[in-house]
């Protein structure tokens, strides 16, 4: 049975940082590709960042680009989310995904599944 469990947000001023991480149980970082998607009040879940399985090939959504670094840590199966010169806009119930199809990637959201709770971040300011 597939667990994610993130952590890591909180409240934070625009321009501030958070960094968020995803850490799994009964799936292997290493055989799934990985993604952060968020979903603000009122909103649809969207997707933030994906990593492929392998580390080698990261999506950043238009929102993210130049401001949010995915990575994971292979050994303790986590994903994080590195969160730079946060915005209002930002605010939003974060959630881990897992690609439902093992040793592959594609960009599509609709290919993740399997999420966390949700960490929340509020950006004020």
């Known amino acids: 049975q597939v667990q994610l469990a993130e952590s890591g947000g909180g409240q934070v001023q625009a321009g501030g940082s958070l960094r968020l991480s995803c850490t799994a149980s009964?799936?292997?970082?290493?055989?799934?590709?990985s993604a952060w998607f968020r979903q603000a009040p009122g909103k649809d879940r969207e997707l933030v960042a994906s990593?492929?399985?392998?580390?080698?090939?990261?999506y950043y959504s238009d929102s993210a680009k130049g401001r949010f670094t995915i990575s994971r840590d292979k050994i303790e199966n986590t994903v994080y989310l590195q969160m730079d010169n946060l915005k209002p806009e930002d605010t939003a119930v974060y959630y881990c995904?897992?690609?439902?199809?093992?040793?592959?990637?594609?960009?599509?959201?609709?290919?993740?599944?399997?999420w966390g709770q949700g960490t929340e971040v509020v950006v004020f300011g």
């Open positions: 990593i492929s399985y392998t580390g080698g090939t990261r």
């Open positions: 995904g897992v690609h439902r199809r093992r040793l592959f990637f594609s960009t599509a959201s609709s290919g993740f599944g399997s």
């Open positions: 009964g799936v292997s970082f290493r055989d799934y590709a």
